[in-house]
């Protein structure tokens, strides 16, 4: 099946600090590959996004680039705002021929940026 | 603007109980979803309808259903609810049938089963 995995958190780091969050994947076919942002008590939006392998999503100076080789989607952001705080969901979407499946997610990173 | 919108927000309700969340959508998107979100899983898929009279089971259907009657709304009831379906839960909807559509996310419903 299909899997996400994620580093958990909490992740502190300083405002303007430089920001990884590593996602790797599992999946049958060939997925397409999501980050959301869930801020706190919000539903979640979608940050970026990636369909096909070296593509690079990038979104309010984030970016992610869909690495075939080693199952990754890693978020990356050079220089983090307080703004940024918030939980972060890698996820993919693997289309089974029904139609368009429901996402499979990591289990969220808590950022905490201090000023 | 065309949205999504979830009701109630929050809701307590008893073990063994009947529980309806509703979710409608104003883009007239063809696919809608339901997800749990617990603490240490992340999302978790309910449910998915790709169209009227149509609908799925997901990961974690057991003690669920939905029924898609008009491709606005997709509620979803808790024939009897349990302690263990305590969650916040939440309402997405995406336009087309590939995979990278975009979902997009109702502001969800917290439920607290006593």
Redesign the interface.
């Known amino acids: 099946g299909n899997s996400v995995t994620q580093m958990e958190g909490p992740v502190t780091l300083s405002e303007e600090a430089f920001l990884t969050i590593n996602c790797t994947y599992t999946a049958t076919g060939y997925p397409s590959l999501f980050w959301y942002v869930q801020y706190p008590g919000e539903g979640l939006q979608l940050l970026l996004k990636a369909t096909k392998a070296d593509d690079k999503g990038s979104n309010k100076g984030f970016e992610a680039t869909y690495r075939k080789e080693t199952t990754s989607f890693h978020l990356e952001k050079g220089s983090v705002q307080v703004s940024d705080s918030a939980v972060y969901f890698c996820a993919l979407s693997a289309y089974s021929g029904g139609g368009a499946d429901g996402l499979t997610f990591g289990k969220g990173t808590h950022l905490i940026i201090q000023p | 603007d065309a949205e999504i919108t979830q009701s109630p927000r929050h809701k307590i309700t008893e073990t063994g109980r009947q529980v309806t969340l509703a979710c409608h959508q104003t883009w007239n998107h063809n696919?809608m979803?339901w997800?749990r979100q617990d603490l240490?899983?992340?999302?978790?898929?309910i449910h998915?309808s790709?169209g009227v009279q149509d609908t799925?089971k997901?990961?974690v259907s057991d003690g669920y259903s939905v029924s898609r009657s008009n491709t606005e709304d997709l509620p979803l009831t808790l024939e009897s609810a349990a302690s263990s379906q305590t969650s916040v839960y939440?309402c997405?909807s995406?336009a087309?049938?590939?995979?990278?559509?975009?979902?997009?996310?109702?502001?969800?419903t917290r439920l607290t089963v006593l």
Do not use: I, K
Not at chain 2, 40 to 45: A, D, E, I, M, S
């Open positions: 696919n979803f997800y240490g899983h992340g999302l978790r898929l998915y790709y799925n997901g990961e939440f997405a995406s087309g049938s590939g995979r990278a559509d975009t979902q997009y996310f109702g502001p969800g």
